[in-house]
């Protein structure tokens, strides 16, 4: 394996206007010593089962499933504009993400798809908006981001966050973006107010990337978390890469400073607080990118983790008490196994061993894997990209958004990955490794051992495209999930789910009274027969993207539900019993179960 990229020591690397060096200076892929003789050996070794698992039969590996491009077809026009130039600002590359949101409350699922904006060396010829696309529920989408007044014009976007931060039933938006952000309240008639200024929430000055509604002070109200990235301006955008035609490449992050994360208080009033300092949180600027929030040790108080970039990742504990201790390194999740700081991007967490804990998920560059970290429950994580048996497949790849999620409902969840690269020109750097790139699906055969059925997936997933976010949603209410993937300077992709219903189901959507309406924090254990599921209402996840809000529990063969908990972050607990499946649950704090519509999408 042959190393391609040299470096130049940091000092001269940083120096502006430095581009006629001779030394090469792709800087990007910067991470070499990540590749250790021990993963080239595994890596080898993985080729060759990744081959002879391809050869297997739909049917050996259970997937008769195939995920199909309907956006086309369901009227969704959306392409985005990536604003590349020849200077290589890196805000080109980073963007962007999507999110489900039904903003109607009609009990359909409703997406937003974030764009960029004219730069110093970008004029497009119309002008650029984010769009918001209603679901007609006859697997048609109508455009009314007019209507709506959620455009966000003028913002070069990375991001989008959902969350119903007044608790009047009607989601809010979020658009996350390079320089400032954009708070949309929904005021509940189809048409939302431009609320920024008055909620204290423009986050002026950072590059915002991903963002969380949580609840960190379990007063019933959803904060806000935001993952920023770097204080790269045009004024001081460098020159990377090699020298000579096509050969300029984005700098990596390392030319830059990372900035903290910003965490805004609700006051409950429209308004919000800073208190990045005082909670602890501004005392670790990093590269951010991902972000995910849940309770990784349980203790009824929500957690952050957001994956920095050629940074340590940040796990930051609360206190119960208003702040954050940072514990990275304490709970193994800062770096690799083998100590190095790798390019962290998509997240998620999940429960993958039926412990009742939630593991970990980040997605990297190519030439670093994918890290699955273990909860062992007793506020520590264990490295387990290899016993997952994930590593081998995902070392040519570069993992923005990802899921955790249970694609074909046997009641094991799996994982997707939407991948490409950053460098739109790394195939003259490194030779096999695409800019373009397929998606990935790996199945759990039972105990978070993974297979690559991604072959198996049918040509929508198999096509190659340069993906950022990814937000999984059942948008046709036929119990298997489907993914939306927005793809950076092209069109967005919605795969609908065909064939996941062939396992029994269930869904559950939270209604919180006492707690936040959304139920964020709200931890869940669903039994049924043989088997129990856990899982949290999280906030953040993926990449840049807002994930459908509902609850999902494949059963496999199962069709009965013998309980459902959830434990809300008030402390209050509602146990149900004795349901049939195939169902989606309206779950009321205090209440139970509730009547709520979610009309099946006909099939089209
Ligand atoms: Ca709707
Ligand atoms: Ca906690
Ligand atoms: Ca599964
Ligand atoms: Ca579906």
């Not at 940091?10 to 990540?34: F, H, I």
């Not at 195939?66 to 600002?89: C, L, P, W």
């Not at 309770?295 to 009824?300: A, E, F, K, S, V």
């Not at 049918?458 to 489907?482: C, E, K």
Request: with cysteine; aromatic share 10%; net charge negative.
């Amino acid at each position: 394996m042959t190393v391609v990229a040299q470096f130049g020591n940091p000092e001269t690397r940083r120096r502006p206007g430095n581009g006629v060096l001779s030394c090469s200076k792709l800087v990007w892929m910067k991470a070499r010593s990540a590749i250790t003789r021990r993963s080239v050996l595994r890596y080898a070794a993985g080729a060759a089962l990744s081959a002879s698992l391809s050869r297997l039969p739909a049917a050996a590996s259970g997937s008769a499933i195939q995920f199909v491009d309907v956006a086309r077809n369901a009227g969704i026009t959306f392409s985005h504009a990536n604003a590349m130039s020849s200077e290589k600002y890196l805000i080109e590359t980073m963007g962007s993400g999507c999110g489900w949101i039904d903003y109607d409350q009609n009990g359909l699922f409703d997406l937003y798809l974030v764009n960029s904006a004219a730069t110093q060396r970008f004029k497009p010829r119309q002008a650029l908006r984010s769009a918001l696309y209603r679901n007609n529920g006859d697997g048609t989408f109508t455009d009314v981001t007019e209507k709506a007044g959620v455009g966000a014009e003028g913002l070069f976007g990375m991001g989008v966050a959902v969350g119903d931060y007044d608790n009047d039933g009607y989601p809010d938006l979020f658009v996350l973006g390079y320089g400032r952000c954009i708070l949309y309240h929904n005021n509940g008639d189809g048409t939302f107010t431009d609320v920024t200024a008055r909620a204290g929430v423009a986050n002026l000055g950072m590059w915002a990337s991903s963002a969380a509604w949580f609840d960190y002070d379990n007063d019933g109200r959803l904060d806000l978390v935001v993952a920023n990235y770097l204080d790269w301006t045009p004024e001081t955008n460098q020159y990377c890469g090699n020298q000579g035609p096509g050969m300029r490449s984005y700098c990596h992050p390392d030319n830059y400073h990372g900035q903290a994360p910003t965490l805004y208080r609700n006051n409950g009033d429209g308004t919000f607080t800073d208190v990045s300092k005082t909670s602890g949180l501004a005392a670790k600027p990093a590269n951010g990118l991902g972000i995910v929030t849940f309770d990784y040790d349980d203790d009824g108080w929500q957690d952050i983790f957001i994956s920095n970039d050629a940074q340590p990742n940040s796990l930051f504990r609360n206190n119960r008490d208003g702040t954050f201790r940072e514990v990275g390194y304490e709970a193994g999740v800062a770096v690799s196994e083998d100590g190095n700081s790798e390019s962290g991007m998509g997240v998620d967490a999940a429960d993958m061993s039926g412990s009742g804990h939630l593991d970990l998920l980040v997605g990297h560059l190519d030439l670093q894997l994918a890290r699955f970290y273990r909860n062992q429950g007793d506020g520590s994580f264990l490295d387990a990209t290899s016993s997952s048996k994930l590593s081998y497949e995902t070392f040519h790849f570069s993992e923005f958004g990802l899921r955790f999620l249970d694609y074909d409902n046997d009641g094991k969840r799996d994982i997707f990955m939407a991948n490409g690269h950053v460098l739109d020109n790394i195939d003259l750097y490194h030779k096999g490794i695409l800019y373009a790139e397929p998606k990935l699906m790996f199945r759990n055969t039972g105990n978070a051992a993974f297979v690559n059925v991604s072959d198996l997936l049918g040509p929508d997933f198999q096509a190659r495209h340069v993906s950022r976010g990814v937000a999984v949603g059942d948008f046709d209410n036929d119990g298997d999930l489907d993914i939306l993937v927005s793809n950076n300077g092209e069109a967005v992709q919605l795969l609908r789910n065909d064939g996941g219903n062939a396992n029994h189901w269930l869904q559950i959507l939270l209604i919180g009274t006492r707690s936040n309406r959304d139920g964020v924090g709200a931890r869940l254990k669903v039994v049924a027969g043989d088997l129990t599921l856990y899982d949290q209402r999280k906030g953040g996840m993926s990449y840049q993207s807002a994930q459908d809000p509902r609850l999902h529990f494949g059963l496999g063969g199962r069709t009965r539900v013998d309980l459902i908990e959830v434990r809300w972050p008030s402390g209050a607990l509602t146990r149900l019993t004795g349901m049939v499946c195939d169902q989606i649950l309206a779950i009321q704090e205090g209440a139970g179960i509730v009547k709520y519509s979610f009309p099946r999408v006909p099939y089209r």
